[in-house]
């Protein structure tokens, strides 16, 4: 029997230990998720403690067919798009002309220096709206009609958001290099 | 700009991927009681779903075995006060014969004698010997006079001088206990099994036990044996016989590891020792190295890190948990007492037994195998439980009989005696099985 089947099974029976053992282990790579999906850090701890609870909840579920990490990491995803769909009549930022304009001029095609944590960063600058169909769309690899259903938005608004997302991304990726630049001389 | 557009996507993608920031601590002491809490309904649903079940069978057996009784009852005959003559309870299955019937020497010759239609073919001729005689109250407050009766397979013929009749042996309430008890079989043997779900409670606050507690989780255990009953009278049964019992704990975050033999250049009877609810666990298989994954300090070993290093060790994984495994001979003493007397009887059972320690052992999981280790050291060689159960039995034939008997157990003693450590281990076990009678 692996180890995660051995936590899992712990975690089924209750144990303290086997909960704490999986969540040490999982935890810090989906908190990045979380971040990645929030606008703020106190919004990714909700949505870390909501879909961790929800994982516990639902091992029972789990059938040890495919990946453990893909499947938990779905669960995070699927919470972090409730709290959006909860909240969404909270995000009214869906003009492109309401993000402030960057610092520096753009530069599209050296992303050279860019670390994770910047990247990351650039993200959570993006409208919720946005963010979300980015992060359905480019990095979980879900098709416009699926985030269509998911985010119950049309599928022309979908591809719309997302072409709005790049054009942000693209400036953003580009002050932040341009700015690097700067800084590094 | 497709390619443009695409390439951020993949910027993000790939400079996301594998990512980690580590969460706040508050994030966990957030999780952690709802996580425990989490698995709390599936126990309670599972055993709300086990009493349910219990309950259900209770209630369709009883109906079942009224249904079952008046069904009988209906070839049962009463006696009418004013003729002092058994009458019908349902017209039409029993008639007036005026003609005499022959049974061998018995003649039924008074027209007011209720014969049941059917007897006349049902009665052999071999009926001829009168073996008892019956003085039931509730009989002889109508018939003055006193009855004997005969026994065939399942009927008998009550007779009064020349008058007879037909009685269903099946009906108790015509004869007196020790009347009913006579040519009865006395003796059962049964052979009963059992899925049991063993736990122990301790009365103590020590933290320790608290935390060595949740630690440990129980494993489903099973008994099973043989049980030999002599029946004292109608109700009260005495039963005792020969039981194998086995169960254990699972202590969780014990990672075992084997092939540390080689590295072992101590002298020594064991490496590791283990605190457990139910004592200390002395590895006694040199080949295993053991590793506390919840630094609670239950794994004591004499092999510091200065001596080995596992992380530069070559060892092969087997477990992220011990099994303790231990398993009794019980000789029970237990009385059983007859509540309902119908097609399916109800007992209450409760009684003592004495249990003698046969095994004892530790082991590992090793993709199904058990990968021994050592044992739990200081075990008490005889404990005492007592017994209280609910048994159902149901008869297949006249010597045949199903039963079912759910049963709870409290220990007496624990299984050791470990300072500051008040365990009281208990059980639930549903048994069934079949008994024969003789």
Redesign the interface.
């Given at each position: 029997?692996s180890?995660i089947k051995?936590?899992i099974n712990?975690?089924?029976?209750?144990?303290?230990?086997?909960?704490?053992?999986l969540?040490?282990r999982h935890?810090?790579?989906l908190?990045?998720v979380c971040?990645?999906y929030s606008g703020n850090d106190e919004e990714a701890?909700d949505i870390?403690?909501e879909g961790?609870?929800k994982i516990?909840?639902n091992l029972?579920h789990y059938k040890h067919e495919g990946s453990f990490e893909g499947w938990i990491r779905k669960i995070i995803v699927n919470t972090a798009l409730e709290k959006y769909r909860n909240k969404h009549n909270l995000y009214r930022v869906d003009d492109i002309d309401m993000i402030p304009e960057p610092d520096a001029e753009p530069d599209?095609t050296d992303?050279a220096g860019?670390?994770?944590?910047d990247?990351?960063e650039i993200?959570r600058e993006l409208p919720p709206k946005y963010r979300m169909v980015?992060n359905l769309?480019?990095?979980e690899g879900y098709s416009h009609k699926e985030i269509s259903q998911m985010v119950k938005i049309s599928e022309g608004t979908s591809k719309s958001n997302l072409?709005r997302a790049?054009v942000i991304?693209?400036r953003r990726?580009g002050s932040y290099t341009g700015l690097k630049k700067k800084i590094n001389g | 700009m497709d390619d443009r557009e695409a390439n951020i996507d993949v910027l993000f993608r790939n400079g996301l991927k594998d990512y980690e920031v580590l969460p706040p601590p508050e994030v966990w002491k957030n999780i952690a009681p709802k996580a425990k809490n989490s698995q709390q309904p599936i126990l309670i649903l599972r055993s709300a779903a086990m009493v349910a079940v219990l309950l259900s069978l209770t209630f369709l057996a009883y109906r079942w075995s009224i249904q079952f009784t008046s069904g009988l009852e209906g070839n049962a005959i009463t006696m009418n006060p004013e003729s002092e003559s058994p009458v019908l309870d349902r017209p039409g299955i029993f008639t007036i014969t005026e003609k005499p019937v022959r049974a061998d020497n018995i003649m039924l010759s008074d027209a007011s004698v209720i014969v049941p239609q059917t007897q006349e073919s049902v009665v052999p001729d071999t009926i001829n010997t009168l073996q008892q005689e019956v003085d039931h109250p509730d009989v002889a407050d109508r018939i003055p006079v006193k009855y004997s009766y005969s026994g065939t397979s399942d009927k008998l013929l009550a007779v009064n001088n020349n008058k007879s009749v037909a009685i269903d042996k099946y009906v108790p309430e015509y004869f007196s206990e020790e009347t009913a008890m006579n040519g009865t079989r006395r003796w059962t043997i049964a052979a009963l099994v059992s899925p049991t779900y063993y736990t122990s409670f301790n009365s103590g606050s020590n933290e320790a036990t608290t935390q060595l507690m949740s630690e440990e989780q129980t494993l489903i255990s099973y008994a099973g044996g043989l049980a030999l009953s002599y029946k004292i009278n109608r109700r009260l049964s005495v039963q005792s016989g020969l039981y194998y019992s086995s169960f254990g704990n699972e202590l969780s975050g014990i990672s075992s590891f084997g092939g540390f033999q080689q590295y072992d250049n101590t002298k020594g009877d064991h490496n590791f020792e283990v605190l457990t609810m139910n004592g200390t666990v002395y590895t006694s298989n040199a080949d295993v190295f053991l590793l506390d994954n919840l630094s609670s300090q239950r794994v004591v070993s004499r092999i510091s890190n200065d001596m080995f290093d596992p992380a530069k060790a070559n060892l092969q994984y087997l477990d992220n948990s011990l099994r303790q495994n231990f398993s009794y001979l019980e000789l029970p003493f237990v009385l059983k007492y007859k509540v309902v007397d119908r097609a399916i009887d109800f007992n209450i059972i409760g009684g003592l037994s004495s249990n003698i320690l046969v095994t004892n052992s530790v082991y590992a999981n090793l993709d199904g195998t058990k990968y021994p280790v050592g044992k739990t050291e200081g075990l008490n060689m005889i404990t005492f439980s007592s017994s209280l159960g609910m048994g159902m039995e149901y008869s297949l034939t006249n010597n045949l009989s199903l039963n079912l008997e759910p049963t709870f157990r409290y220990y007496l003693n624990s299984f050791n005696e470990i300072p500051g450590m008040r365990v009281h281990p208990y059980s639930f076990g549903l048994f069934s099985g079949i008994s024969y009678k003789f």
């Open positions: 029997m180890e051995n936590i712990g975690c089924l029976k209750g144990n303290r230990r086997d909960q704490e053992l969540y040490r935890a810090p790579k908190y990045a971040m990645q701890r870390l403690q961790f609870i516990f909840e029972i599209n992303y860019l670390e994770a944590i990247l990351l993200i980015f769309y480019a990095i072409s790049r991304l693209q990726v | -």
